[in-house]
């Protein structure tokens, strides 16, 4: 009988076991995804700082949200601390309006063009950063903006968009 006992001891520290494992588990995938909600939530501050103070946008506010996929990645070579880096970046648009859409199609390649010249500018500091990522965001759009008022009169881009994010 008391050869019972010891393995009724046994099988409750298994079980014991079992139960800190299931613990320790959830733990990490409740941290992992408490950790991407971060990561992928927008910044309000950053946000409110990205805003472009123009009409088109803000009387385009209540028109359906469109998604322009630039045709290729940026693919551009930036200066790190101990050696150079390739960074790879996939980026879409979002504009209000199909009026907005089209311009900002047939303006691809002046588009393209701004945001290569302000992602080569950048530093391998600021990538690193999740802050820096959406500064980067920010002079992005701000920028192209900029450039397609100039050109178009219209600042069509609501938001800059990394769909991929790449950095060797």
Known sequence: ?????????EE???GNKKIIIIAVILVLALA???????LLSDDSA????????????????NQTAYYVAMPRPFVF????????RLVQIKVQLMVRGSDNQELAKANIPLIESTLLQVFSATTEQQLATYEGKELLRSDS?????DILTKYTGVAA??????SGFVMQ
């Open 141 to 145: 759009l701000t920028n192209v903006n």
């Open 77 to 84: 070579n930036i200066i790190g601390l101990k050696r150079e």
């Open 12 to 14: 409750k520290g298994k």
């Open 157 to 162: 881009i609501e938001k800059i968009l990394f």
């Open 1 to 9: 009988m008391a050869d019972d006992k010891d393995l009724k001891i």
């Open 32 to 38: 992992g995804g408490a950790a991407a909600f971060f």
């Open 46 to 61: 950053v946000a409110d700082s990205a805003e472009v103070a123009t009409e088109t946008v803000d009387k385009s506010a």
